[in-house]
């Protein structure tokens, strides 16, 4: 298996998010114009992962900025010591998937330590919906904690986790 750069000039930024609607079932019209705009935030970072041509993970984020929506409604909505301890100095993990059947088999531990290999942020954050219970496991056995919740997002409880980087 192999990982290389995800990003829109890159070969296999179409699969990617071919993979991301045969995993949420769905891909809204605003899907691919996100995947473009993250990419040009400073601290971008993604990949895919490879099985021959075909791509059956992949993951990228970004640094977490004031100014931006979700760095400052995650801002508002948290207590502020929680706020200062996970909002400073971080990284956001934007997107991570694993297609079905290669699930369970090392791909997204993989995947999330090429990610976070090079960031120089102190902390990393994500948001997970709080009934995704797959997730909520992965998370929690490699090494990230539920620092906030509920996080309500168009109606939804979402979870954040937080990881430790430095
Ligand atoms: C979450 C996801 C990325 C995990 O990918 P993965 O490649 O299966 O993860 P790994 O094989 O590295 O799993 C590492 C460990 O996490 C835990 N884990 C992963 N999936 C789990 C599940 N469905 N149930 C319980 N524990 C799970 C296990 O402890 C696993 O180790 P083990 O298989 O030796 O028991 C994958 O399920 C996925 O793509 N889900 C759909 C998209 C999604 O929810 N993305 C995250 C939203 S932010």
């Given amino acids: 298996m192999e990982l290389l750069p995800l990003a829109p000039n890159t070969p296999h930024f179409h699969a990617a998010l071919r993979l991301y609607e045969a995993i949420h079932g769905e891909r809204p019209a605003s899907t691919e114009p996100r995947f473009r705009a993250h990419a ?39 207590p502020r010591s929680v706020a200062t301890e996970w909002l400073t100095d971080t990284f956001e993990l934007v997107e991570l998937g694993v297609a079905p059947a290669r699930r369970r088999t090392g791909l997204g531990t993989r ?21 995704n219970h797959a997730a909520q496991s992965f998370y929690e056995q490699t090494g990230w904690e539920a620092v906030h919740e509920p996080f309500v997002v168009s ?10 980087l430095a």
Avoid: N, P
């Fill in 40 to 78: 040009d935030h400073t601290g971008y970072r993604g990949f895919v992962a490879l099985d021959g041509q075909e791509v059956v993970g992949f993951t990228y984020g970004h640094d977490s900025k004031a100014g931006r929506d979700y760095h400052d409604q995650l801002h508002a909505d948290m």
């Fill in 155 to 164: 109606g939804v409880d979402m979870t954040v986790y937080g990881r430790r």
């Fill in 111 to 131: 995947l999330v330590d090429r990610l976070l290999e090079g960031v120089t942020r102190r902390r990393v954050i994500l948001t997970t919906e709080s009934d």
